[in-house]
């Protein structure tokens, strides 16, 4: 039984389902080229002048590649392979003009073409739909080998696993733009949450420093201000990260950049003593990169690593990197608590936190902006130890 839907199914593979109707994208790399070698080599294996691979659809048969022909469109009615396509086999004619399946079609009378020898195979997929058939003819009888048709029949799978690819192509590009547009709406959705929150909130801390100067610190009223204060300003935090998070990633402006430079500005933005008897130090790497967002990349790591400091020794963080014929790998390694090899790979992920004794405040969004913005850029964001304790974190951005 043919399948329910097979025009819907059609356009999955990119297929355009009516003569007045144009192909759902322009994929020349996937449907064009390739499929129309696969048939000139089909032509060539049987020893025939024309082939085609045909896609029949609810009311129409359309060839998607074709030598020794125009690929053209007819009705299914007149279509030859319409009539053998759903077999589950491959048909092999002599001669069509003594066949009862085809003596009376146009193909074969001289009304649109005089078609005498014809073979086919079904375009199946593994889910047992059929798309149509790769099909070679002539205008003289002719017949194939064992052996020709056997090549007939692997070309035929080629021609599906060329259209698999194109189905999946499409599936790719069309959950890429679903991306997009979720990732622009998330963007302005933070935006003006992140703004609708905020001033509230930073009137609720205004309020709360005028009643901490008014109040005496033995007062009881203090401490609560205090907790109020301080959980205000974790929620600021937290809303700045979110809208961070959200804006990440878009609108790349790449550029020239050293390395050693932003992490200079890093080390100012976050107060810390900068060269080599300082806690940040840096080798130099031009990189082809948005300078602002890695600036905010390295800030981020940097600022895990204050967060996450040993107790047992001086902070210290290092940038390293080299570059080669992929791109620019960067280092940056610190000498903290370092990350269980279990858990280097979670807390890549948004509001993911370890939660462990000594750490410090945070929203577990630091890393996901990180990796974020290495995606963004086309690489790849892993940790790992360093060597003596802490947490390195490698960061491959490609050439």
């Known amino acids: 039984m043919e399948p329910v839907g097979r025009d819907g199914l059609l356009?999955?593979?990119?297929?355009?389902?009516?003569?007045?109707?144009?192909?759902l994208v322009n994929s020349p790399e996937l449907s064009g080229e390739p499929l129309e070698n696969l048939v000139e080599l089909a032509t060539r294996l049987c020893g025939m002048p024309y082939g085609v691979i045909n896609v029949v659809?609810?009311?129409?048969?359309?060839?998607?590649?074709?030598?020794?022909i125009d690929a053209g469109?007819?009705?299914?009615?007149?279509?030859?392979?319409?009539?053998?396509?759903?077999?589950?086999?491959?048909?092999?004619?002599?001669?069509?003009?003594?066949?009862?399946?085809?003596?009376?079609?146009?193909?074969v009378t001289g009304e649109i073409a005089a078609v005498r020898f014809y073979a086919s195979v079904p375009l199946e997929t593994a889910s047992g739909f059929v798309i149509g058939s790769l099909c070679v003819f002539s205008n003289s009888s002719a017949s194939l080998s064992d052996e020709q048709q056997e090549m007939l029949e692997i070309l035929a799978r080629q021609a599906v696993q060329l259209l698999e690819l194109q189905r999946r192509t499409l599936q790719l590009n069309s959950a890429l733009e679903e991306?997009?547009?979720?990732?622009?709406?998330?963007?302005?959705?933070?935006?003006?949450?992140?703004?609708?929150l905020r001033s509230p909130l930073t009137t609720i801390l205004g309020y709360v420093e005028?009643?901490?100067d008014d109040v005496e610190s033995d007062h009881p009223a203090a401490e609560y201000l205090q907790l109020i204060g301080a959980s205000g300003n974790r929620m600021l935090a937290m809303l700045e990260d979110v809208l961070h998070y959200s804006r990440m990633g878009g609108g790349l402006q790449r550029q020239r950049v050293s390395l050693q430079e932003v992490a200079s500005e890093v080390a100012g933005d976050l107060g810390l003593s900068y060269g080599a008897d300082g806690?940040?130090?840096?080798?130099?790497?031009?990189?082809?990169?948005?300078?602002?967002?890695?600036?905010?990349?390295?800030?981020?790591?940097?600022?895990?690593?204050?967060?996450?400091?040993?107790?047992?020794?001086?902070?210290?963080?290092?940038?390293?990197?080299?570059?080669?014929?992929?791109?620019?790998?960067?280092?940056?390694?610190?000498?903290g608590k370092g990350i269980a090899p279990a858990d280097r790979q979670r807390v890549l992920e948004p509001l993911v936190r370890l939660?462990?004794?000594?750490?410090?405040?945070?929203?577990?969004?630091?890393?996901?902006?990180?990796?974020?913005?290495?995606e963004a850029h086309g690489g790849e964001l892993t940790l790992k130890e360093t060597p003596g304790g802490g947490t390195t974190a490698v960061i491959s951005f490609p050439g």
Do not use: W
């Not at 356009?11 to 109707?21: H, V």
């Not at 659809?57 to 020794?68: F, I, K, L, P």
């Not at 991306?179 to 609708?196: M, Q, T």
């Open 210 to 212: 005028l009643g901490e």
């Open 11 to 23: 356009r999955d593979y990119g297929l355009a389902t009516r003569i007045d109707e144009a192909p």
């Open 73 to 107: 469109i007819c009705s299914r009615q007149d279509s030859m392979c319409s009539k053998v396509f759903l077999s589950g086999e491959a048909t092999v004619v002599p001669d069509a003009s003594i066949d009862p399946r085809f003596a009376a079609n146009p193909f």
């Open 179 to 196: 991306l997009r547009e979720s990732n622009a709406k998330l963007a302005e959705f933070a935006g003006r949450v992140s703004h609708d």
């Open 57 to 68: 659809t609810s009311d129409e048969q359309r060839q998607v590649a074709a030598v020794g």
């Open 279 to 335: 806690v940040l130090d840096s080798e130099d790497l031009k990189l082809h990169v948005d300078h602002g967002q890695l600036r905010i990349l390295l800030q981020n790591l940097v600022a895990n690593a204050v967060n996450y400091q040993s107790p047992d020794r001086d902070l210290k963080v290092r940038i390293s990197g080299i570059s080669n014929y992929h791109g620019a790998t960067v280092l940056v390694a610190d000498n």
């Open 355 to 374: 939660h462990r004794e000594g750490d410090g405040q945070g929203s577990g969004l630091g890393l996901a902006i990180c990796r974020r913005i290495v």
